[in-house]
């Protein structure tokens, strides 16, 4: 991957610069709720299995 060097950055105008941070913090926070999200989906999932293993029948004579 390539860097930006500081020479470069400068030689943006500031608006320019400005965009670039703004689209760098949109980014990050797009793949940062994706990844939020994948996480909240595995341990649903999870949750979820325990929960049907609370539903069996032979917990249900246990309980009784």
Same mark, same amino acid.
């Given at each position: 991957?390539?860097?930006i060097?500081?020479? %470069?950055w #400068?030689?943006?105008?500031?608006?320019?610069? &400005?965009?670039?941070? !703004?689209?760098?913090?949109?980014?990050?926070?797009?793949?940062?709720?994706?990844?939020?999200?994948? %996480?909240? #989906?595995?341990f649903?999932?999870?949750?979820? &299995?325990?929960?049907s !293993?609370?539903?069996?029948?032979?917990?249900?004579?246990?309980?009784?």
């Amino acid at each position: 991957m390539r860097s930006i060097t500081v020479t %470069e950055w #400068q030689s943006l105008p500031e608006q320019a610069q &400005q965009e670039l941070l !703004d689209f760098f913090y949109f980014l990050k926070q797009k793949y940062n709720q994706h990844q939020d999200a994948q %996480e909240t #989906q595995a341990f649903s999932n999870h949750s979820a &299995q325990q929960v049907s !293993d609370w539903l069996l029948p032979e917990e249900d004579e246990v309980w009784k």
